[in-house]
Nanobody, 118 residues
Framework: VQLQASGGGLVQAGGSLRLSCAASGRTFDSYYMGWFRQAPGKEREFVAD????????NYADSVKGRFTISRDNAKNTVYLQMNSLKPEDTAVYYCAARLITSVVFGSWGQGTEVTVSS
């Protein structure tokens, strides 16, 4: 599984960004695709995930109502739409994949940096 994240950047508080994760290497019907983030000096944390088949989603409480995860089957791409961004959303964002039979995200893309200025 190869994952390529993109879309990070600098945005003012209250603004929006959309992250993309292009996936390749296999079909993903049996996978969950997820987004995680790691802020400076902090541990990596779960943001959201989506089951590729069926589109079931889960979100961290800190982003519910502001972030939306989605996927485009034709493009093999997962998106993270981030609205109403806050300075505390500043982090390196990573996309990841896990089999639906596993609790561990075993495949990771490189990070894309998001900076939210106040």
């Amino acid at each position: 599984v190869q994952l390529q994240a993109s879309g990070g950047g600098l945005v003012q508080a209250g603004g929006s960004l959309r992250l993309s994760c292009a996936a390749s290497g296999r079909t993903f019907d049996s996978y969950y695709m997820g987004w995680f983030r790691q802020a400076p000096g902090k541990e990596r944390e779960f943001v959201a995930d989506i089951r590729w088949s069926g589109g079931r989603t889960n979100y961290a409480d800190s982003v519910k109502g502001r972030f939306t995860i989605s996927r485009d089957n034709a493009k093999n791409t997962v998106y993270l739409q981030m609205n109403s961004l806050k300075p505390e959303d500043t982090a390196v964002y990573y996309c990841a994949a896990r089999l639906i039979t596993s609790v561990v995200f075993g495949s990771w893309g490189q990070g894309t940096e998001v900076t939210v200025s106040s």
